[in-house]
């Protein structure tokens, strides 16, 4: 059964620019978490989708937002890149919402540089 | 404010050795606590968990003790590897109909051969 995919696996966007980064959940899994995850504050929780649904949403401002497709499928959209928005951005698909909340399987990552 | 404190941030040991990560933690509704290990250009991935109603887990070389009273879990790898190298997270969780987990800030590992 392949993996979380990830696309694309590094980007570099100027200041001011929005970006969109795109998850592929393993087969049947319905619930899809976003992640950011920076030497500086670690790996901070961004929000939750489950049946197209976001379920769940950490502290992050309104500039990240997402979406989840009817396949499961998800994207993440930053608007108005701040310098600090430059992280490894990670998605985790589960079979269930939060409540298995630790079987969840990572993707590799989208790298983000924001310059 | 950090929920969750992971220590050491780095550690080495050697080749057969025990690695002890400790974390402790705030909010008593936490009630899941998992670690996972990274590997560089890899994203994280489970390798045991906990809910408070044990005080230890154990698979293989992996062992999890839970203090529930001292809101402080820990992570030993017995006979420690050089593939045991890696980043180790702990993390707690809330569970149910609020899920939020908030992470420690991770541990590197070296174990030398």
């Known amino acids: 059964k392949a993996g979380v995919t990830q696309t694309p696996r590094y980007l570099i966007k100027t200041r001011g620019q929005q970006v969109t980064l795109s998850c592929s959940p393993i087969?049947?899994?319905?619930?899809v978490s976003w992640y950011q995850q920076t030497p500086g504050q670690g790996l901070q929780f961004l929000f939750e989708?489950?049946?197209?649904?976001?379920?769940n949403k950490g502290n992050f401002p309104g500039r990240f937002s997402g979406r989840q497709f009817s396949n499961s499928r998800s994207e993440m959209n930053v608007s108005t890149l701040e310098l600090g928005d430059s992280a490894l951005y990670l998605c985790?698909?589960?079979?269930?919402?939060?409540?298995?909340?630790?079987?969840?399987?990572f993707g590799p990552g989208t790298r983000l540089t924001v310059l | 404010q950090q929920q969750v404190k992971q220590s050491p941030q780095s550690l080495i040991v050697q080749k057969g050795g025990i690695s002890i990560i400790n974390c402790a933690y705030e909010?008593?509704?936490?009630?899941?606590f998992p670690w996972y290990q990274q590997f560089p250009g890899k994203g994280p991935a489970l390798l045991i968990a906990?809910?408070?109603?044990?005080s230890e887990k154990k698979e293989g070389r992996f062992t999890i003790s839970f203090n529930k009273s001292a809101k402080q879990f820990s992570l030993h790898i017995m006979d420690s590897q050089p593939g045991d190298s890696a980043t180790y997270f702990c993390?707690?969780?809330?569970?149910?109909?609020?899920?939020?987990?908030?992470f420690g800030r991770g541990t590197s590992l070296i174990v030398h051969p």
């Open positions: 985790a698909s589960s079979l269930m919402l939060g409540g298995s909340a630790g079987e969840q399987f």
């Open positions: 087969s049947g899994h319905r619930s």
């Open positions: 989708y489950f049946s197209e649904t976001q379920r």
């Open positions: 909010n008593t509704a936490f009630d899941y």
């Open positions: 906990i809910r408070p109603d044990v």
């Open positions: 993390a707690a969780i809330t569970s149910g109909g609020s899920y939020i987990p908030t």
